[in-house]
């Protein structure tokens, strides 16, 4: 069975702190995404990767970086966390055309 | 720009009844479809999909209904039960592109028992 997991389900971090948000699949898949869902704007795509070490940004990517050091791993980090950033962050990954999504995380910017 | 609108951000049916999700596209190089439902505090999880060169789905209780021309798809749920109340999103994406897809904003689908 298919299985994404991420980090955390529920953070809180202050404004100006780096934040990292670790997502990992058991597929061995290529492609991996990160989005995040907004109420009232769905699913934004904020960067994903088709390989180790290869990154595209998505459509919302300011604010945000990657990385993708080993092919099951992906993470996405905040590096000066702002409260615009409090979202619902959801890790993808992908076979047959089909994503498949861990749990999210919560994330809270006071 | 918004490529991929689901124009009803909320629907309530009756249990036993149908219920249909709509989604409108903009762009003609969409050719593969799919619909995501999501539960709170959840991540989303795939329904069904079709491809371009189908005009329908079917899966169970689901079917999903593509209108080329009219660059415009339909979930129809029959029929609806009350564990159907959820967020549903449809998605769009071009298979000769990159694996992105786009994804609608989402229609809150209440089954009132």
């Known amino acids: 069975d298919v299985k994404v997991t991420q980090s955390s389900r529920y953070l809180v971090k202050r404004t100006g702190e780096k934040v990292f948000l670790e997502c990992v699949q058991d597929?061995?898949?290529?492609?991996m995404f990160w989005y995040r869902q907004d109420p009232g704007l769905g699913l934004r795509l904020i960067y994903f990767?088709?390989?180790?070490?290869?990154?595209e940004k998505g459509d919302i990517p300011e604010g945000y970086s990657v990385s993708r050091e080993k092919k099951e791993r992906f993470s996405l980090i905040l590096e000066s966390a702002s409260t615009n950033q409090t979202s619902m962050y959801l890790c993808?990954?992908?076979?047959?055309?089909?994503?498949?999504f861990g749990p999210g995380t919560r994330l809270t910017v006071t | 720009d918004q490529q991929v609108k689901q124009n009803s951000p909320s629907l309530s049916v009756q249990e036993g009844r149908i219920s249909i999700l709509n989604c409108d596209y903009t762009?003609?190089?969409?050719?593969?479809f799919l619909w995501y439902k999501k539960y709170p505090a959840e991540g989303p999880t795939f329904l069904i999909s079709i491809s371009s060169i189908k005009d329908k789905n079917e899966d169970g209780r689901f079917t999903v209904f593509l209108n080329k021309s009219a660059k415009h798809l339909s979930l129809h749920i029959v029929p609806s039960q009350p564990g159907d109340s959820a967020v549903y999103f449809c998605a769009a994406s071009s298979t000769s592109g990159t694996y992105k897809y786009i994804f609608g904003t989402g229609t809150r689908l209440k089954v009132l028992a």
């Open positions: 993808a990954s992908m076979g047959n055309y089909e994503q498949y």
């Open positions: 762009n003609s190089m969409f050719d593969y």
């Open positions: 990767s088709y390989d180790v070490k290869m990154k």
């Open positions: 597929m061995d898949h290529e492609n």
